[in-house]
């Protein structure tokens, strides 16, 4: 089976491709479809799913002229509590099982920057595979080609049958704050995600970002 994912900015074409000759069957569900095949997440080895999405994005970002980004771990860990929260819930939304925001959950891990925006995903699919389908909605687009963000959190969670809940809150730290806890930076809902995305829905207090997307 082959498998392709596209992720195009600008001038820019990123091409995963995945290749197996005489590879296993793809099982079908009740209705003909294709059933979700479990990405193993737990597999990939310390730092690495972060890091290369952080890779993906930044290369999707040079091509539109906007500056790199960095891991943060205060937003990696605010990210880490809404994936959860939302497994938990078992509902893809921007907002806590306590009614936590965004905002009040970048406060409560001590995040001293700006908070920018926060994406979100509830799929069987991989990093890059997430990315890809962020990149095609136009609101989500522009938060993560925003030229104002800095730095980046993102943290899932799996559940026992595969089900990924993915959480990516980005922000604009302070000068030489942004790695904090990361080390060095490596360049390079259903099924529908939701954004907190650019101006348009309704703002968060206190941010310059706002709710919206599709849930």
């Not at 880490?80 to 939302?86: E, F, I, S, Y």
């Not at 009040?104 to 699919?125: A, D, K, M, P």
Request: proline residues 8%; charged residues 15%; negative net charge.
């Amino acid at each position: 089976m082959d498998r392709r994912t596209l992720l195009i900015a600008g001038g820019a074409t990123l091409l995963v491709a995945g290749c197996s000759v005489g590879g296993p069957t793809v099982q079908l569900g009740p209705d003909g479809k294709p059933l979700p095949q479990v990405y193993p997440i737990a597999e990939q080895g310390s730092g690495v799913v972060e890091y290369r999405f952080l890779d993906s994005l930044n290369t999707l970002r040079q091509a539109r002229g906007a500056p790199p980004v960095v891991l943060n771990a205060a937003l990696n860990a605010a990210a880490a509590t809404h994936a959860r929260d939302m497994a938990v819930q078992n509902r893809p939304w921007h907002f806590g099982s306590d009614g936590s925001s965004p905002l009040l959950r970048v406060q409560r891990v001590g995040y001293t920057g700006t908070l920018l925006g926060e994406l979100i995903s509830e799929t069987y699919e991989t990093e890059i595979e997430t990315l890809s389908v962020w990149m095609q909605s136009p609101d989500q687009r522009q938060v993560l080609l925003d030229p104002r963000m800095t730095e980046i959190g993102l943290s899932w969670y799996q559940e026992s049958n595969g089900k990924i809940w993915w959480t990516l809150v980005t922000g604009a730290g302070l000068p030489g704050a942004a790695m904090a806890g990361m080390g060095a930076p490596a360049f390079g809902v259903a099924p529908a995600p939701g954004a907190f995305a650019p101006a348009g829905a309704g703002i968060e207090p206190g941010t310059g970002a706002v709710i919206g997307g599709t849930l």
